[in-house]
């Protein structure tokens, strides 16, 4: 194994052990959140995408060579598609990916099942591909498309002001949180 292999599993298994102790090894936090009950999975997320663009746009700007961001084509159908099948699972499983295996991981039958279901997708997607392609693949095919090559702005700018939205959001879930707590 390469040293970045080894880096990569090793972060990975203590992402997954804090989420585990976090409590995102069982999938009420989900339901919970897509009833809009409990927004800590929300917040975890946007936590991670904002943490992840600004650091990834950090590297791309100040060290190119060890940034290897391959941006894919931008399929409106297969987006929209796949994204609302995505939710659907999402919401039947009580699972997105990543907590799915923390509950794996975490030896949870609903984990178990939920890797399952998402491998058993994946699969049937691969089989259906063919005749998928010619109605959500090629049609509105809008290529490789990054916001801040449409908008012309650097990558760490857009990255910046994007994830300060997305900690404006976080703030604001926290202050809905505090006000509902007080009911």
């Known amino acids: 194994m390469e040293t970045t292999q080894i880096l990569g599993l090793l972060t990975g298994i203590a992402f997954g052990?804090?989420?585990h102790r976090a409590g995102f090894s069982r999938c009420g936090i989900v339901m919970r959140g897509l009833a809009f009950r409990d927004f800590t999975m929300l917040k975890v997320m946007l936590t991670a995408i904002s943490v992840g663009m600004v650091g990834a746009a950090a590297l791309a700007t100040f060290?190119?060579?060890y940034a290897h961001?391959?941006?894919?084509?931008l399929y409106v159908w297969g987006v929209l598609?796949?994204?609302l099948t995505f939710g659907v699972g999402m919401a039947v499983a009580g699972f997105c990916p990543g907590t799915?295996?923390?509950g794996l991981g975490g030896r949870t039958r609903d984990?178990?099942?939920a890797v399952l279901g998402g491998l058993t997708g994946a699969f049937a997607f691969i089989l259906?591909?063919?005749a998928l392609e010619p109605v959500l693949i090629k049609p509105m095919d809008l290529g490789k498309l990054t916001l801040?090559?449409?908008?012309?702005v650097p990558y760490l700018a857009v990255a910046l002001v994007v994830a300060a939205m997305l900690v404006g959001i976080i703030v604001w879930l926290n202050r809905l949180e505090a006000k509902a707590s007080k009911s």
């Open 81 to 83: 598609v796949g994204g």
């Open 63 to 65: 060290a190119p060579e």
């Open 111 to 113: 984990g178990l099942l």
């Open 17 to 19: 052990f804090a989420l």
């Open 128 to 130: 259906a591909y063919p």
């Open 69 to 73: 961001l391959k941006v894919k084509s």
């Open 100 to 102: 799915a295996l923390v």
């Open 148 to 152: 801040h090559e449409v908008l012309g």
